[in-house]
């Protein structure tokens, strides 16, 4: 038993489309370990019941994605880095006989911008659209990354206020009215909206020259928010595809105390879409 390989799984509602079991078996070809890493589709309300068993059984490790972030947090003993001033989990590990959790999405995604699509965040400018529990989990990571300011606009516009009371004096919350005549030198689409192909309503003349357009998620297609920012003259515009292969690697640097390099990953995957 002993022999057996370290066993981790992300679990999430839907699951069926995630790329993480691809992602960390190539982290672990890379490295030389012997992992096995599953996929699981669990109920909201069987969540806390199954990563109590998975870790009761020897599991090792699991990743958390939608929706399950919050309720991962809730169920730590002891919190890692960022995760207490983002309110979410997506990393869950054992330390000492207690379960601990981090949240490795804002350090992949800053990883993202600022190493592989080498756009430095420090005294830019930052449109945040969204306030749900992707963007509330990118913030802390982006505040220490000392940008001039960040701008949330959020739909329903006491959710973005909410967020902004959450983390005052680094985010202020602006409603569409208030960032007429505004630019920005990033723009990070935080929304689900691309996954239905449903546009935010964006202006481009918040667009400054050079101007980044950064979607969160990625799909085997140009996403709506990408072509917009294409067409509307941004100087880069990305998906998430790196900031979801940076963040792996992160969550495997602190299960297995070894950084893979994330270069050839994102690459396999960029060209597998």
């Known amino acids: 038993m002993s022999n057996a390989p370290a066993r981790y799984a992300v679990v999430g509602n839907p699951i069926g489309h995630s790329k993480s079991p691809l992602i960390h078996s190539l982290f672990a070809r890379q490295t030389g370990a012997e992992i096995s890493y599953g996929k699981e589709l669990v109920s909201e309300q069987d969540f806390a019941a199954f990563a109590e068993t998975f870790f009761r059984n020897g599991g090792a490790g699991l990743n958390v994605t939608v929706p399950f972030k919050q309720r991962a947090f809730a169920l730590c003993d002891r919190l890692r880095g960022n995760a207490a001033r983002s309110g979410a989990v997506n990393t869950l590990y054992q330390s000492d006989g207690s379960l601990a959790g981090a949240n490795t999405d804002g350090i992949g995604l800053v990883r993202d911008i600022r190493d592989n699509l080498a756009y430095g965040i420090r005294d830019r400018r930052i449109l945040l659209l969204g306030a749900g529990g992707a963007v509330r989990g990118i913030l ?3 505040e220490n990354e000392s940008p001039a300011r960040m701008t949330v606009w959020n739909r329903t516009a006491e959710r973005a206020a909410e967020l902004a009371r959450a983390f005052d004096g680094s985010l202020a919350a602006a409603s569409l009215e208030a960032l007429r005549g505004e630019q920005f030198d990033l723009i990070i689409n935080g929304t689900s909206g691309s996954l239905q192909g449903h546009l935010p309503p964006v202006d481009a003349a918040w667009l400054a020259p ?7 998620v990625y799909a085997d297609e140009e996403t709506v928010f990408l072509r917009w920012a294409r067409e ?12 979801l292969v940076e963040q792996a ?7 297995r ?7 050839p990953v994102i690459q396999r995957l960029r060209t597998g879409l």
């Open 140 to 142: 802390p990571a982006l």
């Open 232 to 243: 509307a003259g941004a100087g880069l515009a990305s998906d998430g595809l790196g900031m």
């Open 249 to 255: 690697a992160e969550s495997f640097h602190i299960w």
């Open 210 to 216: 050079g101007c980044c357009a950064y979607d969160m």
């Open 257 to 263: 105390g070894v950084r893979p390099d994330t270069g």
